[in-house]
T-cell receptor
Framework: NAGVTQTPKFQVLKTGQSMTLQCAQD?????MSWYRQDPGMGLRLIHY???????DQGEVPNGYNVSRSTTEDFPLRLLSAAPSQTSVYFC???????????FGDGTRLSIL | EDKVVQSPLSLVVHEGDTVTLNCSYE??????LLWYKQEKKAPTFLFML????IEKKSGRLSSILDKKELSSILNITATQTGDSAIYLC?????????FGAGTRLTVKP
């Protein structure tokens, strides 16, 4: 059982480049979310989705886009990478938000 | 502004010690409080608390919520080196989640 799979595990970008972080889950969960984790700040919610076709902004959405065309996939797009977006990104899913979330192993992103 | 504060930020103990980690919150529309353990990679779920005063227990770990004091504690008894991790507290607010900064626990042999 794969759970929540994130790719890539590591990525280095140059300022201004765009890229997509992939997230897939095989548990048929409706709720999916993206977080970033920075030292001393815990996890901060970027975007979330309560089901296919439905997305909404979290606490720190600026500079990121998401889409949810299927239940399984929830990609996160960086439109024009900035050094302030250097972070570890986690994707998570749960059957609904009122259930504990399952986290992927994270993507460590560095922007030069 | 919704916020979740954990204390202490860092804690070093020896095997066999008992530790208490704290989480306090100021949020609108509280739904639940969750504790996660984060070792090297993904946070893993420990407890979900929705009702005040009811202790949740799993082995040497236990947690309780106090809605009057807007806080929760996570207790670990007879600590082991494998308990070394970052412990995260999160509060669910409608469709949103707010995490605290975490408590880094180090258990020395």
């Amino acid at each position: 059982n794969a759970g929540v799979t994130q790719t890539p595990k590591f990525q280095v970008l140059k300022t201004g480049q765009s890229m997509t972080l992939q997230c897939a889950q095989d548990m048929n969960h409706e709720y999916m979310s993206w977080y970033r984790q920075d030292p001393g700040m815990g996890l901060r919610l970027i975007h979330y989705s309560v089901g296919a076709g439905i997305t909404d902004q979290g606490e720190v959405p600026n500079g990121y886009n998401v889409s949810r065309s299927t239940t399984e996939d929830f990609p996160l797009r960086l439109l024009s990478a900035a050094p302030s977006q250097t972070s570890v990104y986690f994707c998570a899913s749960s059957p609904i938000l009122d259930k504990p979330q399952h986290f992927g192993d994270g993507t460590r992103l560095s922007i030069l | 502004e919704d916020k979740v504060v954990q204390s202490p930020l860092s804690l070093v103990v020896h095997e066999g010690d008992t530790v208490t980690l704290n989480c306090s919150y100021e949020v609108t529309n509280f739904r639940s409080l969750l504790w996660y353990k984060q070792e090297k990679k993904a946070p893993t779920f420990l407890f979900m608390l929705t009702s005040s005063g009811i202790e949740k227990k799993s082995g040497r770990l236990s947690s309780i919520l106090d809605k009057k004091e807007l806080s929760s504690i996570l207790n670990i008894t007879a600590t082991q080196t494998g308990d070394s991790a970052i412990y995260l507290c999160a509060v669910e607010i409608d469709n949103d989640m707010r995490f605290g900064a975490g408590t880094r626990l180090t258990v020395k042999p």
